[in-house]
């Protein structure tokens, strides 16, 4: 399979621990997103990198999360001193820079944080 | 600030019938509306998607209608198949540069036998 893959699929934690979330582009894409979707929601735009280099970040994205893509290839998404709210799917997308630029998603990882 | 607005929540229809999602967007400046389909445990899958230059495209059984003036958009199902259970999310990005894709709230749609 050469699609997007994301690990873990599922993280239960205890609110106040760290997690930390992987995502594997496709790979000869350069782009790379991160959304979050809770219940009920369309996914919201957290982050974006182009290559290694984070060039936007959302205002959802408090300072308790950081991503991360080193050498431009996957990309890690940390959320230090979880928080109950933070229960929801992260999502990862990637594409490739070009005129019929089209984003494909990974299956998510959902984190429950009790 | 939903910048897209989609109805129904959900919707129920039978085999063969057809489904009709709607959506309206608020920032002019958007200039492309894909739509997404997301299967449970799956992400989002592009599905079909417009440029506000046209006002109807169609791939197979997918048809979106847009309407520039109104800042609406629409996606029919002909024809849906108990397959095409899944959510529907519409949504807005623009071409130049990178997408980042504003997400409409999604529609549960169910066709039943």
């Known amino acids: 399979d050469t699609g997007v893959s994301q690990n873990p699929r599922h993280k239960i934690t205890k609110r106040g621990q760290n997690v930390t979330f992987r995502c594997d582009p496709i790979s000869e894409h350069n782009r790379l997103y991160w959304y979050r979707q809770t219940l009920g929601q369309g996914p919201e735009f957290l982050t974006y990198?182009?290559?290694?280099?984070?060039?936007?970040k959302s205002r959802l994205l408090s300072d308790r999360f950081s991503a991360e893509r080193p050498k431009g290839s996957f990309s890690t998404l940390e959320i230090q001193r979880t928080e109950q709210g933070d229960s929801a799917m992260y999502l990862c997308a990637s594409s490739q820079q070009g005129t019929q630029e089209t984003q494909y998603f990974g299956p998510g990882t959902r984190l429950l944080v009790l | 600030q939903q910048q897209v607005k989609q109805s129904p929540q959900s919707l129920i229809v039978q085999k063969g019938g057809i489904s009709i999602i709607n959506c309206a967007y608020e920032n002019t400046a958007f200039d492309y509306f894909p739509w997404y389909q997301q299967f449970p445990g799956k992400g989002p899958a592009l599905l079909i998607a417009?440029?506000?230059?046209?006002s109807e495209k169609k791939e197979g059984r997918f048809t979106i209608s847009f309407n520039k003036s109104a800042k609406q958009f629409s996606l029919h199902i002909m024809d849906s198949q108990p397959g095409d259970s899944a959510t529907y999310f519409c949504a807005a990005t623009f071409r130049g540069g990178y997408q980042k894709v504003t997400f409409g709230t999604g529609t549960k749609l169910q066709v039943i036998p």
């Open positions: 417009i440029r506000p230059d046209v």
């Open positions: 990198f182009q290559n290694e280099a984070q060039l936007e």
